[in-house]
């Protein structure tokens, strides 16, 4: 079976950095499209970020361009999400996706790790 387990995530004052990272367990972490995403309080989730199998594609909301970055360690089963700059309005909790598709639903997901990020 597939898991990803979220971690990094923490208080950090506006302006500063975290850096988050799912850990994938299962066969052929290679094969699958990763993907970033939060929910804030009274917010629906949102796409933060999502990176290709062999990691040449990348792609971010408008909210974290410029600010955040994602990348993978397919030798680690490992996908991170590096934030910088960050707002009180990043503040939420974050979540790791997988797919194999090449566009449409993420098929497995994480708990979520809590980022807050204070005025």
């Known amino acids: 079976q597939v898991q990803l387990v979220e971690s990094g995530g923490g208080l950090v004052q506006a302006g500063g950095s975290l850096r988050l990272s799912c850990a994938f367990s299962?066969?052929?972490?290679?094969?699958?499209?990763m993907g970033w995403f939060r929910q804030a309080p009274g917010k629906e989730r949102e796409f933060v970020a999502r990176?290709?199998?062999?990691?040449?594609?990348?792609i971010y909301t408008d909210a974290v361009k410029g600010r955040f970055t994602i990348s993978r360690d397919n030798a680690k089963n490992t996908v991170y999400l590096q934030m910088n700059r960050l707002r009180p309005e990043d503040t939420a909790v974050y979540y790791c996706?997988?797919?194999?598709?090449?566009?449409?639903?993420?098929?497995?997901w994480g708990q979520g790790t809590q980022v807050t990020v204070s005025s």
């Open positions: 996706a997988a797919r194999t598709a090449l566009v449409g639903k993420y098929d497995y």
């Open positions: 299962g066969r052929a972490f290679s094969s699958y499209g």
């Open positions: 990176i290709s199998w062999s990691g040449d594609i990348t």
